[in-house]
Each structure stands twice: as C-alpha cells, then as structure tokens.
Nanobody
Framework: QVQLVESGGGLVQAGGSLRLSCAASGRTFSDYAMGWFRRAPGKAREFVAAVSWSGGNTYYADSVKGRFTISRDNARNTVYLQMNSLKPDDTAVYYC???????????????WGQGTQVTVSS
C-alpha cells in the first residue's frame, strides 16, 4: 500500500500562486509515477499533471499547460504541484495520485490521497 497526504491548498485571488505538496509513504517512492487530479463542483474528475519515476518526464492537461509545474523529490518522497496564474476555473479539490504504470496513472491510478481544497476568487 501507498499512503499519500496532500498539503498546501487554500484560498487565493485570481492571478496568484499556490504550491501543493504530497508526501508518500509505504513503498519505494521511486517505483511509482506520480500525478495530480482535480474535481471541481458539479464536474467530473480531471487529470491535471503527471511525472515519471525519475522526474525526467512530465505531462499536463491542456487546461493547465504553461501555468502549472509538477516535480518530485525522490529523496524526500514528495511530489509538488506549483500552480501559477490561477483562475477561478482552477477551483477544485486536488488529489495526489500514484501508480507503478504511467499509462495507468493518467487514467485511473491505484492510489489516491484524501484531497486538498484550492479556491480561486475572482
């Protein structure tokens, strides 16, 4: 089992920035591709970003490309999501995710955190 704990959510004005963190435990962190999903009120869950096992490759949804940056620190067992130029449409609960297979991670990962709320005011 992999346990994931997110932090860093909050309330921010449009145009502002937030950095989410996700601490992982339970298994060898570098064995897992890591990602972020989000769910906005009344909307389906949406893939946001993913990072490969070593951190060398990253992937983004078109809606966040150029504004969000995913990264990982394998020494700290932590993955980050730097969110800049935030918009009200980014308001959602953000979930940290993990899966051994990157192709699965971006669709339906095995492991999910409890989520952290991000609210962007206009």
């Amino acid at each position: 089992q992999v346990q994931l704990v997110e932090s860093g959510g909050g309330l921010v004005q449009a145009g502002g920035s937030l950095r989410l963190s996700c601490a992982a435990s339970g298994r060898t962190f570098s064995d897992y591709a890591m990602g972020w999903f989000r769910r906005a009120p009344g909307k389906a869950r949406e893939f946001v970003a993913a990072v490969s096992w070593s951190g060398g490759n990253t992937y983004y949804a078109d809606s966040v490309k150029g504004r969000f940056t995913i990264s990982r620190d394998n020494a700290r067992n932590t993955v980050y999501l730097q969110m800049n130029s935030l918009k009200p449409d980014d308001t959602a609960v953000y979930y940290c995710t993990a899966d051994e297979a990157l192709g699965i991670l971006v669709v339906y990962p095995d492991y999910w955190g409890q989520g952290t709320q991000v609210t962007v005011s206009s």
